[in-house]
Structures are given as structure tokens and as C-alpha cells.
T-cell receptor, first 117, second 112 residues
Framework: AQKVTQAQTEISVVEKEDVTLDCVYETRDTTYYLFWYKQPPSGELVFLIRRNSFDEQNEISGRYSWNFQKSTSSFNFTITASQVVDSAVYFCALSDILTGGGNKLTFGTGTQLKVEL | DTGVSQNPRHKITKRGQNVTFRCDPISEHNRLYWYRQTLGQGPEFLTYFQNEAQLEKSRLLSDRFSAERPKGSFSTLEIQRTEQGDSAMYLC??????????FGQGTRLTVV
């Protein structure tokens, strides 16, 4: 069975601080995808990134960066110089590549990020 | 690209009534997914379609739930004889083959 653990329920930071959201996963699959989604108060899940288990290179996109470490089964997400608009619930998710086109996702319970002025 | 559209956005119903939700996926997307999200939890997979074929259903999808995608475009999710435990956000997503999923804003169901 697959499992995603986001141990941080809520994080509060002051604007311009860097913040890292942790994600630890469990799977018996050898090939899988890892995802991060953002859920603002409007409710829509906004896709941020999908990473293939074969690709352990870290990725940077603007103020966002992701650290994938297969050895520790972690896929952490860092926001640099946080802004108030980053306030949302962030979900880490896992899927095997062969089922549902890779979109039968197992989500963590989410981390509520609050960025204050 | 108009995104995934879900209607209604909110639904309040009395216990025992039937409800139906609609999802319009991104037009060129072959795959369509339904998820359910309860307060404070991550979304849980319910079912998915490739074109009009329903390829997988979760054990969460009891006999009171049925989903259809008759022409491979929009989809409906019906809940019969609603129970208070059905109160949740119902999320729809769509994707290309092997592409990542894009979600709609969801339908929030409250059963009173």
C-alpha cells in the first residue's frame, strides 16, 4: 500500500522567510510519480510539480525548489522569500506510473502554510 | 484553455435525497478522475475514466455512488440516498494520457 506523510500540520512564517515543507512517502513500487499541489482557500488544487522516481535531480522553478531523496523516501518542497500569496494548504502525493495514467494519487494530509506580513 | 469546470459549486441536501454533480474536463483530455476530500484531509481517489470507459473504482465508492462519462466528454457523479457521512468536497480532475492531472474547484456537498 502507498502512504504519504506530511508531519507538519501548520507552519507560520513572516513574509520573505524561506520555508520547507516536508514529505515522506512509502511505496513498494519501483516506478512511481511524486507530486506537489497547492490548495488556496478557493478550493481548487493547483498542480505544482510531478517528478518521476527515476529522476532524482533537484528542481528549481522561480522561488520554488524541490529536493527528492530516494534513499530517505522524501520529496521536500522549499519556498524561498515567501509571500502572502503563498498562504495555502500544500499537498504531497504519490502514484504508481501504471495505474490511472499515473494519476491515481495517494495524498498526504497537507500542510497549512500561513505567510504573514 | 478553460480548465476543469464543476457544477454546482455547493449543494445542500436532506438525508435520503439523491444528488448529481457534473464535471466538464479540459477539452482535449482523455482521462477524467473523481476524488473526495473531507475536512482536514487530503483528497481520496474514487474512480477514473479513459474516454467513456470507467477503468477503476475505489472501494470507497459504495453501491450508492455511480459515475458516468457517456460520450467521453463530461462526467456525472450521482449519490443515491445520501447520508451525513457523504458530506465532503467532490473534486474532478482531467489529464492527457500519461499527463499530470488538473483539478476543478470542486462541489461541496452538505447533507443535513
Amino acid at each position: 500500500a502507498q502512504k504519504v506523510t506530511q508531519a507538519q500540520t501548520e507552519i507560520s512564517v513572516v513574509e520573505k522567510e524561506d520555508v520547507t515543507l516536508d514529505c515522506v512517502y512509502e511505496t513498494r513500487d519501483t516506478t512511481y510519480y511524486l507530486f506537489w499541489y497547492k490548495q488556496p482557500p478557493s478550493g481548487e488544487l493547483v498542480f505544482l510539480i510531478r517528478r518521476n522516481s527515476f529522476d532524482e535531480q533537484n528542481e528549481i522553478s522561480g522561488r520554488y525548489s524541490w529536493n527528492f531523496q530516494k534513499s530517505t523516501s522524501s520529496f521536500n518542497f522549499t519556498i524561498t522569500a515567501s509571500q502572502v500569496v503563498d498562504s495555502a494548504v500544500y499537498f504531497c502525493a504519490l502514484s504508481d506510473i501504471l495505474t490511472g495514467g499515473g494519476n491515481k494519487l495517494t495524498f498526504g494530509t497537507g500542510t497549512q502554510l500561513k505567510v504573514e506580513l | 484553455d478553460t480548465g476543469v469546470s464543476q457544477n454546482p459549486r455547493h449543494k445542500i441536501t436532506k438525508r435520503g435525497q439523491n444528488v448529481t454533480f457534473r464535471c466538464d474536463p479540459i477539452s482535449e483530455h482523455n482521462r477524467l478522475y473523481w476524488y473526495r476530500q473531507t475536512l482536514g484531509q487530503g483528497p481520496e481517489f474514487l474512480t477514473y475514466f479513459q474516454n467513456e470507459a470507467q477503468l477503476e473504482k475505489s472501494r470507497l465508492l459504495s453501491d450508492r455512488f455511480s459515475a458516468e462519462r457517456p460520450k467521453g466528454s463530461f462526467s456525472t457523479l450521482e449519490i443515491q440516498r445520501t447520508e451525513q457521512g457523504d458530506s465532503a468536497m467532490y473534486l474532478c480532475a482531467s489529464s492527457r494520457l500519461q499527463g499530470e492531472a488538473f483539478f476543478g474547484q470542486g462541489t461541496r456537498l452538505t447533507v443535513v
